[in-house]
């Protein structure tokens, strides 16, 4: 069956501090596609990233990196001297299998708190 | 510019009361979804449809109706046989089926 496990349900940190948001993933297909959302207090969920099974290689953007490992199936989310402005919930998603027809799968989030 | 709206952002349903939540898109997406969003759960598919006319149930579709009359709008019913209606309700659209979801800013329905 195909999962999506975000085991922190909720983080805390100091501002400036690093931050990292786990994301472990189950899927039978050889290929496909995975996500990062940010869901700010308004509720809206904005797309942060999207990633490839076949590329491997880790991405930054800014003050966020993403590490792929498709060895342990983790795509984790670092957030580097994090803000206040970063607090947020933030999902983690894959696409369905055979094409994903039918959306995303998405995990239970977790919530970042960034004290100032 | 272009995007998805939801409407309304906050909306009650009373016992035994039908409701629809709106959802239009003016991205000439083809495909659109509904979600359900609980406190610290993920998000759950209502319904989708990949093109008008068409529409699929998802993992929780008992209790919902939908209907894909035009290609812009997408609207949900929550019909009384949802028993637990109280929930975040977010709207989603993408231009293929490799592409990333785009979201609505969600509309949040309580029950009186």
């Known amino acids: 069956a195909q999962k999506v496990t975000q085991a922190q349900t909720e983080i805390s940190v100091v501002e400036k501090e690093d931050v990292t948001l786990d994301c472990v993933y189950e899927?039978?297909?050889?290929?496909?596609?995975l996500f990062w959302y940010k869901q700010p207090p308004s509720g809206e969920l904005v797309f942060l990233i999207r990633r490839n099974s076949f590329d491997e290689q880790n991405e930054i953007s800014g003050r966020y990196s993403w590490n792929f490992q498709k060895s342990t199936s983790s795509f984790n989310f670092t957030i580097t001297a994090s803000q206040v402005v970063d607090s947020a919930v933030y999902f983690c998603?894959?696409?369905?299998?055979?094409?994903?027809?039918?959306?995303?799968?998405f995990g239970k989030g977790t919530h970042l708190i960034i004290q100032p | 510019d272009g995007g998805i709206t939801q409407s309304p952002k906050y909306l009650f349903r009373k016992e035994g009361q039908n409701v629809t939540l709106s959802c239009e898109q003016n991205?000439?997406?083809?495909?659109m979804y509904w979600y359900r969003q609980d406190p610290g759960q993920g998000l759950r598919l209502i319904y989708y449809s990949q093109i008008v006319n068409d529409f699929q149930k998802g993992d929780i579709a008992e209790g919902y109706s939908v209907s894909r009359e035009k290609k812009e709008s997408f609207p949900l019913t929550v019909t009384s046989a949802q028993k637990n209606p109280t929930a975040f309700y977010l709207c989603?659209?993408?231009?293929?089926?490799?592409?990333?979801?785009?979201f609505g800013s969600g509309t949040q329905l309580s029950v009186l």
């Open positions: 998603a894959l696409s369905k299998p055979g094409g994903g027809a039918d959306g995303l799968t």
């Open positions: 991205l000439n997406h083809d495909a």
């Open positions: 989603a659209s993408r231009r293929g089926l490799r592409e990333k979801l785009l």
């Open positions: 899927t039978r297909d050889t290929t496909y596609y």
